[in-house]
């Protein structure tokens, strides 16, 4: 079965702080794994996935995320937060059982202060 | 183009009525996916059509009835609600639903309210 926890339901970083948004997975098989961003009253736009290969991720906005099969973690990070990054975001691990369907954590609001 | 179109944006019905909400993109996928938001809590599957055929429903209830037209098209058939069946109703699309590596992408949604 798939899980996904992320730790923190809320972070706060002041404009130009590193962002650090935290997610660990549960996988019986490997997993990929998404990060999804959401901003108010807007759909899911997706930031970055990890599915095989080089485990340090690139994304969108300046995002990064590294896979961490160890210890079972796909952490998101941001060098310098700026005010436009201020959303809820969603770690999520790919189901493999047939079906391609998400199973998404309980999601991070970030909240930047100028 | 990686574009999903929903309409409408917002929709406010009685517990009596019948609506639809409408899902669309031109992005050639084969999988096409309604989830239901509620508020601060992550999306939720509803139901999966692969290859215009539903290939899973999550238990919902039946007064949601979805319909695949075409392979483009998605709709969601409301009819009977209840208030909390108040959220936002995300349609979402990937190339297939059989490798799950594929992205899903996800429109813009729909914000329900039952009154």
């Known amino acids: 079965a798939q899980s996904v926890t992320q730790l923190g339901s809320h972070v706060s970083v002041s404009e130009g702080a590193l962002v650090l948004l935290r997610c660990n997975y549960s996988?019986?098989?490997?997993?990929?794994l998404f990060w999804y961003v959401q901003y108010p009253n807007q759909g899911l736009q997706l930031l970055l996935k990890?599915?095989?290969?080089?485990?340090l991720v690139k994304g969108i906005n300046g995002f990064e995320a590294e896979f961490k099969k160890s210890e079972t973690s796909f952490h998101l990070t941001k060098p310098s937060a700026h005010m436009s990054d201020a959303a809820e975001y969603f770690c999520?691990?790919?189901?493999?059982?047939?079906?391609?369907?998400?199973?998404f954590g309980t999601g991070t609001r970030l909240t930047v202060i100028p | 183009d990686t574009e999903v179109t929903q309409t409408p944006k917002h929709l406010v019905m009685g517990m009596t009525n019948k609506k639809s909400l409408k899902c669309e993109q031109h992005?050639?996928?084969?999988?096409m996916y309604w989830y239901k938001q509620k508020a601060k809590k992550p999306p939720e599957l509803m139901f999966v059509?692969?290859?215009?055929?539903?290939?899973i429903n999550e238990s919902v209830p039946s007064r949601f009835s979805p319909e695949c037209p075409n392979s483009s098209l998605l709709n969601l058939h409301l009819h009977a609600l209840q208030p909390e069946d108040s959220a936002l109703y995300l349609c979402?699309?990937?190339?297939?639903?059989?490798?799950?590596?594929?992205?899903?992408?996800f429109g813009p949604g729909t914000r329900l309210t039952v009154l």
């Open positions: 979402a699309s990937s190339q297939r639903t059989e490798v799950y590596t594929d992205t899903q992408y």
């Open positions: 996988s019986s098989v490997p997993p990929y």
């Open positions: 990890y599915t095989t290969g080089a485990t």
């Open positions: 999520a691990v790919s189901a493999g059982t047939g079906a391609n369907n998400l199973f």
């Open positions: 992005m050639g996928h084969r999988a």
């Open positions: 059509y692969s290859y215009e055929k539903l290939s």
